[in-house]
Antibody, heavy 117, light 110 residues
Framework: DVQLVESGGGLVQPGGSLRLSCVASGFSISSYYMTWVRQAPGKGLEWVANIKQDGRWIFYADSVKGRFTISRDNAKNSLFLQMNSLRAEDTAVYYC??????????WGQGTLVTVSS | QAGLTQPPSVSKGLRQTATLTCTGDNNNVGDQGAAWLQQHQGHPPKLLSYRNNKRPSGVSERLSASRSRNTASLTITGLQPEDEGDYYCAAWDSSLNVWMFGGGTKLTVL
């Protein structure tokens, strides 16, 4: 079965950093684009970033550009999101998702990031 | 980055038909179509329809997706209580190189 498990969320002060991880099982991420999507409490979905299979093509939402870095380790079947200069508005559940044929077909359960003093 | 436009809420009766809409432009919905996702409270989103309007394995045949120009639609027939939830459309914008989500539609089955 395809599974995605995120970790690394937690409470962080404004201006701080966190590194999220997403470990995949049941498939090899080396064959897929991978994506991070977030959802603020009570709000809709917001795309954060995605990364091509070999890591050479990376795209970011304007809201995180220059602060967040998406990366992957295909050998460890893992996806990462390094988040720096965190702001209160970054508070959200962060989901990783697999992109198959251009669509996000499998999603993890999410990890909650809370930015607050 | 402007998102896709969805009505905030739709209410229909049990066993009725609901049609949810998602409007974008030529660079996103009008280009490669929109995917549809369902989310229940406290759970991650679930893909209901690919951008080519095909259903993933295991998704009910009561759901069908279509597109006309820059508007994508998801039609759910024979509404059941489990169809209640939040529905999102998603499309890649080939001009901005970003994924766009609609604001979501809350479907209530009366």
């Amino acid at each position: 079965d395809v599974q995605l498990v995120e970790s690394g969320g937690g409470l962080v002060q404004p201006g701080g950093s966190l590194r999220l991880s997403c470990v995949a099982s049941g498939f090899s991420i080396s064959s897929y684009y991978m994506t991070w999507v977030r959802q603020a409490p009570g709000k809709g979905l917001e795309w954060v970033a995605n990364i091509k299979q070999d890591g050479r093509w990376i795209f970011y939402a304007d809201s995180v550009k220059g602060r967040f870095t998406i990366s992957r380790d295909n050998a460890k079947n893992s996806l990462f999101l390094q988040m720096n200069s965190l702001r209160a508005e970054d508070t959200a559940v962060y989901y990783c998702a697999r992109e198959a044929n251009g669509d996000n077909d499998y999603w993890g359960q999410g990890t909650l990031v809370t930015v607050s003093s | 980055q402007a998102g896709l436009t969805q009505p905030p809420s739709v209410s229909k009766g049990l066993r009725q038909t609901a049609t949810l809409t998602c409007t974008g432009d030529n660079n996103n919905v009008g280009d490669q179509g929109a995917a549809w996702l369902q989310q229940h409270q406290g759970h991650p989103p679930k893909l209901l329809s690919y951008r080519n309007n095909k259903r993933p394995s295991g998704v009910s045949e009561r759901l069908s997706a279509s597109r006309s120009r820059n508007t994508a639609s998801l039609t759910i027939t024979g509404l059941q209580p489990e169809d209640e939830g939040d529905y999102y459309c998603a499309a890649w914008d080939s001009s901005l190189n970003v994924w766009m989500f609609g604001g979501g539609t809350k479907l209530t089955v009366l």
